[in-house]
């Protein structure tokens, strides 16, 4: 059974730091593209960061660009998301897929997510 188990989010002020974590299981991770995604209240589900198998390439949303660092360890089944410098508009819960042609696996069950408040 294919898994992920997101955590790290939590209440932080603007400019802050936070670090991601997500926890696959039921696949081989390191064969897949991985992809971090995030849903603001009353928006759509969005694309924020996704890396390639080894983690050579990674790329972003353009609204975290420079802020934002997707890792990941495969001898762990962990992908992370760094968070830099972040923003009111940051606040969403984020949550990890696995990736085939650019698009979620259609089998696969979003996981509960990892509320990322920012405020003062």
């Known amino acids: 059974q294919v898994q992920f188990v997101e955590s790290g989010g939590e209440l932080v002020q603007p400019g802050g730091s936070l670090r991601l974590s997500c926890a696959a299981s039921g696949f081989t991770f390191s064969n897949y593209v991985m992809t971090w995604y995030r849903q603001a209240p009353g928006k759509e589900r969005e694309l924020v960061a996704t890396i390639t198998l080894t983690g050579r390439i990674t790329n972003y949303a353009d609204s975290v660009k420079g802020r934002f660092t997707i890792t990941r360890d495969n001898a762990k089944n962990t992908v992370y998301l760094q968070m830099n410098a972040l923003k009111p508009e940051d606040t969403a819960v984020y949550y990890c897929?696995?990736?085939?042609?650019?698009?979620?696996?259609?089998?696969?069950?979003w996981g509960q997510g990892t509320q990322v408040t920012v405020s003062s």
């Open positions: 897929m696995r990736s085939v042609g650019g698009k979620p696996v259609p089998s696969d069950s």
